[in-house]
């Protein structure tokens, strides 16, 4: 007989519908935003969007006395071309990004993996910044974020720190950040090259997170891959980058056999444990599976 997942273990059950009480501050400028985080430390929580952070509230798991909204702060919310890269504000709304051009020309894995993101009304109000910040291994943006090999801009009391977001998480809910410091901006250098990307995420209803997610980026010289990067997500504590599985591909054809080779050794790279969305053994099988059609996607986008 099947057992109950309890309550603890299903987000229905444990929701509350019910906001514990705060005090709402909402800063204008990222300093006064640093500030106000500093005074207040644990009992202080950043709202963006507030579709993870009010969810967990009344699931009761968080309970800040302060939540400092940053969404009257407008240097925070943009979508720039700045020559080598795209600098995107870490309040940006993940329908902005959606309707960017911008991301959907240069960065397709990034742009199917918003598009992937919840309903329109999630995405209307969700950030990339809060998406991050919120670390989940299950974090959509994340996986192409680290095949582009973004970086994160980081605002502190002592000023702004840059960190490649392949060091930015830590563990699960958890990132270098400290309790002072503000995510302020997404960087995302443009491909120097031709380069195909592609996202694929499978998960059990259309709107509900990863049970597994994949996103490549690769370029081609001639026959062979000239490079490529490859990260996953609810495959391990953090999002992860599957860097065995870049060098096996590194200087290969891209065949049948070589892509499904790639596929045993991505197997062996992923850490998953089985949850309330899928199982361990589900996840490792089919990380290499979805590994084939991303790089097949990938292909397809190089035109070939
Ligand atoms: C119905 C539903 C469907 C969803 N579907 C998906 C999905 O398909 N894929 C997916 O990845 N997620 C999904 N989510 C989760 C959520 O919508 C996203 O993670 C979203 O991007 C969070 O952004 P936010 O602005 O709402 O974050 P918030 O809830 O405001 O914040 C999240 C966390 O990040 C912190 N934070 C936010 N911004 C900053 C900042 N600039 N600096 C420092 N800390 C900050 C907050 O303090 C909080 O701890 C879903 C949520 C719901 C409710």
């Known amino acids: ?15 509350t519908h019910i ?23 644990e009992e202080a929580k950043v709202l963006a969007g507030g579709t993870d952070l009010l969810v967990r509230m009344k699931q009761g ?28 504000g870490a309040a940006t709304k993940l329908r902005a990004l959606e309707k960017s051009d911008l991301i959907k020309e240069l960065f397709p894995a990034l742009h199917e993996a918003v598009r992937s993101m919840g309903g329109v009304q999630i995405r209307n109000m969700g950030t990339i910044g809060g ?5 989940s ?6 996986p ?3 095949v582009f090999e973004a970086e994160v801009v980081i605002a502190g009391p002592n000023g702004r720190r840059v960190v490649p977001i392949t060091q930015f998480f830590t563990g699960p809910g ?21 380069t195909g990307s592609a996202f694929i995420k499978i998960a059990r209803v259309a709107m509900d997170l990863a049970k597994i997610s994949i996103a490549v ?5 001639g026959n062979v891959v000239e490079d490529v990067k490859v990260a996953l997500g609810s495959v391990a504590p953090t999002p992860m980058r599957a860097y065995r599985t870049e060098e096996f591909l590194k200087g290969k054809e891209l065949t049948e056999d070589v892509m499904w080779e790639a596929a045993n050794i991505v197997r062996t790279e992923v850490k998953p444990i089985t949850d309330i969305r899928s199982t361990a053994e589900y996840r490792r099988e089919v990380s290499g599976v979805i590994l084939v059609d991303a790089l097949k996607k990938a292909m397809e986008r190089l035109g070939r």
């Open 174 to 194: 958890k990132t270098v950040m400290a309790r002072n410091e503000l995510l302020v901006e997404v960087r995302v250098p443009k491909p120097v090259k031709p």
């Open 217 to 221: 980026a690769l370029r081609m010289n």
């Open 61 to 88: 798991v968080l309970r800040p006395k302060y939540l400092i909204s940053i969404n009257r702060i407008k240097e925070l919310n943009y979508i720039k071309d700045r020559g080598d890269h795209v600098a995107i």
């Open 1 to 15: 007989m099947l057992k109950s997942p309890g309550p603890r273990l299903d987000p229905n059950k444990a929701n």
């Open 144 to 146: 192409p974020l680290l």
């Open 137 to 142: 291994p299950a974090a959509d943006t994340a």
């Open 131 to 135: 998406n991050l910040c919120n670390a």
């Open 19 to 41: 906001l514990p009480e705060f005090e709402y501050l909402a800063p204008r400028t990222v300093e006064e935003t640093v500030e106000l985080l500093s005074k207040y430390g």
